[in-house]
């Protein structure tokens, strides 16, 4: 299997334009989960999805965030307007929800907003 | 809110010497723990999965799990340089709503000299 999938692996953009992330989870994982990680804060839970709903979107730090999931094999995590603190890398993950419950990650997206 | 502490480091350890990393949780109720190892710049890796009490062993790695506890630890036994890299645990949440998701540490970073 390739794994999970994002795109793009880097991302640099201006404050305020809008920025789209992407990921493809593992074919057959009905769990999609959307991180991000910095150095001050660490690796948080943004949002995450079972069979393409939104299960838990606490983590969403404001509305400038929002999330989809159109199928089982596609997921976008959008920002807009982004900001300088939005900089951090993205991580999107898949688990198939049976044990063992194991979730593996994608190699994520370095996002720099300037 | 589920809590997962681990040792903060850094770890520092000789080549060949073993590497103990641990962690707490808060949750009684949880019934599957994860390690992750995380090389700098790349996504969390799954190393280890551990479900009963216990020691399971895979290679140079021995997850040790104690439910009474609330302790799950990572042992790496001949540590090699190439095992630098900072130590993720994660403890699954297998019921209801929360079911899948996974609460981390905030890590802990080590070091194998030569």
């Known amino acids: 299997d390739a794994g999970v999938i994002q795109s793009p692996r880097h991302e640099v953009t201006e404050m305020g334009q809008e920025v789209t992330l992407r990921c493809k989870p593992i074919?057959?994982?009905?769990?999609l989960f959307w991180y991000r990680q910095t150095m001050m804060r660490g690796l948080e839970l943004l949002i995450y999805?079972?069979?393409?709903?939104?299960?838990?979107d606490s983590g969403m730090p404001e509305d400038r965030f929002s999330a989809k999931m159109p199928n089982a094999s596609f997921s976008t995590l959008k920002i807009q307007p982004s900001e300088p603190r939005d900089s951090a890398v993205y991580f999107c993950?898949?688990?198939?929800?049976?044990?063992?419950?194991?979730?593996?990650f994608g190699p994520g997206t370095r996002l720099t907003v300037t | 809110q589920k809590e997962v502490e681990q040792n903060s480091g850094p770890l520092s350890v000789p080549e060949g010497a073993i590497a103990s990393l641990n962690c707490t949780y808060s949750?009684?109720?949880?019934?599957?723990f994860f390690w992750y190892r995380q090389y700098s710049g790349k996504s969390p890796e799954l190393i280890m999965s551990?479900?009963?009490?216990g020691d399971k062993e895979d290679g140079r790695f021995t997850a040790q799990l104690n439910k009474a506890s609330q302790y799950v630890s990572l042992l790496i036994r001949d540590s090699q340089p190439s095992d630098s890299a900072t130590y993720l645990c994660?403890?699954?949440?297998?019921?209801?709503?929360?079911?899948?998701?996974?609460?981390f540490g905030r890590g802990t970073q080590l070091t194998v000299w030569p």
């Open positions: 993950a898949s688990l198939e929800g049976t044990i063992p419950y194991e979730q593996y």
């Open positions: 074919s057959g994982h009905d769990y």
């Open positions: 999805f079972n069979n393409n709903v939104p299960i838990d």
């Open positions: 949750d009684r109720g949880s019934q599957s």
């Open positions: 551990i479900y009963s009490n």
């Open positions: 994660a403890v699954n949440s297998d019921r209801g709503s929360t079911l899948g998701r996974l609460y």
